[in-house]
């Protein structure tokens, strides 16, 4: 396929539709080949904005937004902190900084951040995002992005795998085996996949900002038939959400098509009932306190425990401990 060539393009005005999906896609090694090829794949204008974090040596001249603006019409710059994230652009990651989005802008931290690039982005980006945020964890060595692709998932975002084309699988395989992943495929058939969400987002908040009542009061009747749980006095607005999610994953434009699909497979019910409760379970897994407990806690408690001896930790609200061996 012929590349686009274009030149990196200075920041433009400010769309006046800041209603659009963002991506956000963490790579390592052999991530730049994959992030080329889902550019070369998408349209001139996708409708939405890619930030792209990859691991890169610290003090290293970064130029892969040039190289990146090879490969696509988009605008592509180089984050350089506190700018408005605009529809149709691409933005890098500078080396050695973490990139946060807070309010839609995109902000720079320097010095002191740690390792997990990709985590410390993707998880700003499903708080400040919530369902419109979309993570992509390409090629790469080690696990950074397991975390923040959780995170995503856990808002109502819509999470991505490569496949088994990518060069290094340790990062994708890290982000399926945590169980939040919707989709694993090559970078070209991602590419198609955002097209396709981008244009269903687009055309429900065009055409129908609310599902009709009768249809969800059908789908809460089937939730508590099959698991004895009234959803109807849940908070409207993130049943919504949930429900939009499973039909843009089925690629199912109208509830009442979901409705007919939950019919004729009945395990959508589980997928469904699944991800409206995510978000309760997200509480006893801050992604923050067990990185905390894996790097600092356990591996200091177990250097000071005798052989023999159980470990024990106090649970709040119970009068004894509880022992673990």
Not at 15 to 39: H, Y
Not at 47 to 67: D, N, R, T, Y
Request: aromatic share 8%.
């Amino acid at each position: 396929m012929a590349q686009k060539k274009t030149s990196v393009q200075p920041p433009s005005e400010p769309s006046k539709d800041s209603q659009f999906p963002i991506v956000g896609a963490g790579a390592s090694a052999g991530g730049l080949e994959a992030f080329t090829e889902l550019l070369r794949s998408l349209p001139d204008r996708p409708g939405m904005a890619f930030i792209f974090v990859q691991h890169q040596e610290p003090k290293h001249v970064s130029m892969l937004p040039e190289i990146l603006a090879r490969n696509t019409s988009m605008k592509v710059r180089q984050v350089s902190g506190d700018e408005l994230v605009e529809a149709d652009h691409v933005y890098v990651a500078p080396p050695d900084t973490h990139v946060l989005i807070n309010d839609g802008r995109l902000q720079l931290a320097t010095g002191g951040t740690g390792s997990m690039p990709i985590d410390h982005f993707l998880r700003s980006l499903a708080e400040d995002q919530g369902n419109r945020a979309i993570g992509v964890i390409l090629s790469g060595a080690g696990s950074d992005g397991s975390l923040g692709i959780g995170a995503i998932k856990a808002e109502g975002g819509i999470t991505f795998a490569e496949d088994q084309t990518a060069k290094f699988d340790s990062m994708p395989r890290s982000a399926m085996a945590a169980g939040s992943i919707d989709f694993v495929m090559p970078p070209s058939e991602i590419a198609n996949e955002l097209v396709r969400i981008g244009q269903q987002w687009h055309r429900a908040k065009r055409i129908d900002e609310k599902l009709p009542e009768k249809q969800l009061e059908d789908l809460f009747k089937l939730l508590q038939r099959s698991h004895d749980i009234d959803f109807s006095n849940y908070k409207r607005a993130t049943i919504e959400r949930r429900v939009r999610r499973r039909m843009m994953l089925n690629k199912l434009d109208t509830i009442d098509r979901y409705l007919a699909f939950i019919h004729d497979r009945p395990a959508e019910l589980e997928e469904l009932y699944g991800d409206v409760l995510i978000r309760v379970t997200n509480f006893f897994r801050d992604p923050q306190v067990f990185e905390a407990l894996q790097q600092d806690v356990f591996p200091e408690m177990f250097r000071a425990h005798r052989n023999g001896d159980p470990i024990r930790f106090w649970v709040p609200g119970c009068a004894t401990g509880e022992e673990v061996y």
